[in-house]
């Protein structure tokens, strides 16, 4: 098991940064096929929680990373400090009020998310933090 932290502040301008620091942990240990993949799904939990969780927090809220590489999956964290919702719930919404739902912008990462990772968590912790934890099966040819 490999496990890396970041954290970084509320900047949509660290996502070079994140993405960096995520390629160089997980390189090795995922095809490009997965990493590309991975590396979108990270992109739009982080933007998430920039535009959406801690739009009315000071800029300098922090904002927590995780990636934890197993022998067959990968999981991916990412802890915020706004206020929570309803992950299952918004996206039922998302599917039954949008016939098109990547035509709308606020929707798009979640359903990303989604269809990107093989599981997809929204817990609130005991620390009053936010987790969305993206779990994402290896393939064992790689």
């Known amino acids: 098991m490999v496990r890396s932290h970041f954290q970084v502040q509320t900047d949509l301008n660290a ?8 390629e160089k942990q997980t390189s090795t240990y995922l095809s490009e096929e997965l990493l590309y993949q991975c590396k979108i799904a990270l992109t739009e939990g982080f933007t998430n929680v920039v535009r959406h969780a801690h739009r009315t927090l000071l800029p300098t809220t922090p904002i927590d ?3 934890t590489i197993f022998s067959d999956y990968i999981e991916i964290r990412i802890w915020d400090l706004g206020q ?16 098109d739902p990547l035509a709308h912008e606020g929707s798009r990462g979640l359903l990303f998310m989604q269809k990107l990772t093989d599981e997809l968590i929204y817990t609130r912790t005991n620390d009053d933090r936010n987790c969305l934890l993206m779990r ?5 040819s790689h």
């Open 84 to 99: 929570p919702f309803d992950l299952e719930q918004t996206l039922q919404c998302v599917r039954h009020l949008h016939t």
């Open 15 to 22: 996502l070079n940064e994140i993405l960096q620091w995520f």
């Open 65 to 67: 990373l995780e990636v």
């Open 136 to 140: 994402k099966q290896i393939d064992s």
